[in-house]
């Protein structure tokens, strides 16, 4: 019985690590060591020295790779602090937005980047240790995110192992494991201490850029996401129009919206499209994918739940009133999950029902979605893309429908609890009024929305 569990265990580790050669010498071991013995005691000693493989291998797996190692010490730590969202490393094709202090695989720092999937080869931290100045260096982990969609830069995790004598509060990162530290660019290390949380939801919109100008559609979001329970937005923000800055300044002033600036074409050709076959560019989205995996870090330790959703998107509850109750109700429902995955409809803007004409709004730019209650009908053979409401916790790297990795279970919500009200361009232009699928759901709250619309719009458009 022993050796049989002993056996499947090595067949899994065979079947978990793909594309590599002579993944697992252990079972030819296995089959030299134990083919054809009848003998009771031949087949002891198979089991006790295949046992005693296994648990070396496991703990060798187990070992964090690279052990950070003092290289010299100094005075002072010093370094050039930097405070830009995106910095490039001299000389490498490596861009760092961010580190992060992660202990639920061990104590390690995860620095959020966009590399080169293919030139990047190899990435060091430095990490100065106050206040007996001993500088240690460990070798990183790169891990390029699957969902790069065939660009050839695409998000990634470098990921290295702190020393263990001390918590150092910053990072530099290098392509060698030699030079000095006091030419490097040196970034903060965030979420070291864990608190509590100050809010219940943050929405990470991810990339606003092209100008953004879609004003009302904005205001009425941010309404009705502190309607269903916001406490924080934060916005990855490229570019805008000048309305638009002045609505931003608003939510920034009354505590609503972080904005991180996102120059992500100051440093690479930045594509709008999602695939690479669409536009050869370096990187797509304009790094939406880095972006959402950043903000799920920044709020690990400061929110709840952390919604990925974009600007023209509403969760919205159907059996209950607000987020918070409805989290609590599927929470319930589903101990221990990681992430609650919501679908995606299309209420096409092109279909209107003036139902709320209000006519001081006829002069902001952008769409009323109090309008548009007509949703595009499921196509058939294919899967509506879903958006999510996530425990930061529990995840550690995300896509924009679903995560890559995280340590618990993926939920898909039912349609009849809460579905993403999506107002845009329609996907299925051709079908008539008729076909479409009339759902007055936002009605619901038209008076907290519309009373609330029109004080923003008075202290800003109006």
């Not at 134990?34 to 005693?52: E, N, R």
């Not at 002072?76 to 000389?91: A, D, F, M, Q, V």
């Not at 995790?157 to 060698?176: G, L, R």
């Not at 937005?233 to 300044?249: D, G, P």
Request: hydrophobic residues 35%.
């Amino acid at each position: 019985m022993i050796s049989y569990y002993v056996f499947s265990f090595l067949q899994m580790r065979q079947h978990k690590v793909q594309g590599q050669r002579n993944v697992h010498p252990h079972l030819d071991t296995f089959r030299m060591l134990c083919g054809g013995k009848k003998s009771y005691f031949a087949a002891t000693v198979c089991i006790v020295t295949l046992t005693s493989m296994v648990t070396l291998s496991y703990l060798r797996l187990q070992r964090p790779p690279h052990l950070p190692k003092i290289i010299y010490e100094v005075s002072k730590c010093r370094g050039e602090i930097t405070n830009s969202t995106i910095t490039p490393l001299t000389g490498n094709r490596t861009f760092i937005v961010s580190p992060y202090f992660d202990n639920r695989e061990g104590k390690v720092t995860r620095v959020i980047g966009i590399v080169h999937h293919e030139d990047v080869k190899e990435l060091f931290c430095w990490f100065c240790c106050q206040p007996d100045g001993k500088i240690y260096v460990s070798k990183a982990t790169i891990d390029v995110h699957s969902d790069r969609f065939g660009f050839p830069y695409g998000a990634a995790d470098i990921v290295c192992s702190e020393p263990e004598n001390c918590d150092p509060t910053y990072v530099s990162i290098h392509q060698s494991p030699l030079g000095n530290i006091d030419q490097l660019p040196s970034f903060e290390i965030k979420n070291r201490k864990a608190e509590p949380f100050p809010v219940d939801f943050t929405v990470c919109i991810s990339a606003m850029f092209g100008h953004y100008n879609n004003v009302l559609q904005f205001i009425q979001s941010m309404e009705m996401y502190k309607i269903l329970g916001v406490q924080k937005v934060v916005i990855y923000k490229n570019n805008c129009s000048h309305l638009m800055e002045k609505v931003l300044r608003l939510y920034m002033e009354e505590g609503t919206v972080e904005i991180i600036p996102w120059p992500i074409n100051s440093h690479l050709k930045v594509s709008s499209e999602w695939h690479f076959s669409m536009d050869g560019k370096d990187i797509g989205y304009y790094g939406q994918i880095t972006a959402l995996n950043d903000c799920l870090y920044r709020n690990m330790q400061r929110s709840k739940f952390v919604i990925l959703n974009d600007a023209d998107e509403i969760i919205l509850p159907l059996k209950h009133p607000d987020w918070k109750t409805m989290m609590s109700s599927l929470q319930e429902e589903n101990p221990g999950a990681a992430v609650f995955l919501f679908e995606n409809h299309i209420f096409p803007k092109s279909i209107s029902t003036p139902m709320f004409n209000i006519s001081s709004w006829n002069t902001v730019p952008g769409v009323n979605i109090l309008n548009h209650v007509h949703r595009e009908p499921d196509r058939k053979d294919v899967i509506n893309p879903k958006k999510m409401i996530v425990d930061p916790r529990k995840v550690i790297q995300t896509s924009v429908h679903s995560v890559l990795r995280a340590y618990g279970n993926s939920v898909n919500v039912p349609m009849d609890v809460a579905l993403v009200y999506h107002c845009r361009e329609p996907l299925q232009a051709n079908l008539p009024r008729e076909s479409l699928i009339k759902d007055t759901t936002l009605w619901r709250y038209n008076l907290s929305l519309i009373m609330n619309v029109n004080k923003v719009l008075y202290q800003t458009v109006l």
